[in-house]
């Protein structure tokens, strides 16, 4: 097991009236569609290394200004986590050239 450990900037507006959302339920908040920044700082071989580093973090410039904004995921080396394909939420346009034109 391993533990990832992500930062948060935020610059989305999905709050009420638009205003900037950190953290949802008790969940912290990303869109990074909107805007928002997903730090790794560091793999670590335990939970508790990587809350150790947030102690440190908080006390750095940027992360001192969203203290609450850090993710801890734990992953299984060698396990797949992504087993699907992925559709892109950016719409994709044909062109289709005027007749006679060259192609």
């Known amino acids: 097991m391993v533990f990832l450990l992500w930062h948060i900037g935020h610059r989305n507006e999905a709050g009420a009236d ?3 959302l950190h953290i949802d339920g008790e969940s912290v908040f990303i869109s990074e569609r909107d805007g928002d920044d997903a730090k790794l700082l560091g793999v670590y071989s335990s939970y508790v290394k990587a809350e150790e580093r947030i102690r440190q973090a908080r006390l750095l410039p940027g ?5 609450d904004c850090f993710v801890i995921d734990d992953y299984t080396l060698d396990e797949d ?4 394909g992925f559709e892109s939420e950016l719409l994709s346009v044909r062109v289709t050239p005027p007749p006679g034109s060259p192609h």
Do not use: I, V
């Open 18 to 20: 638009r205003t900037t």
């Open 63 to 67: 992360f001192a200004d969203e203290p």
């Open 81 to 84: 986590e992504w087993t699907d």
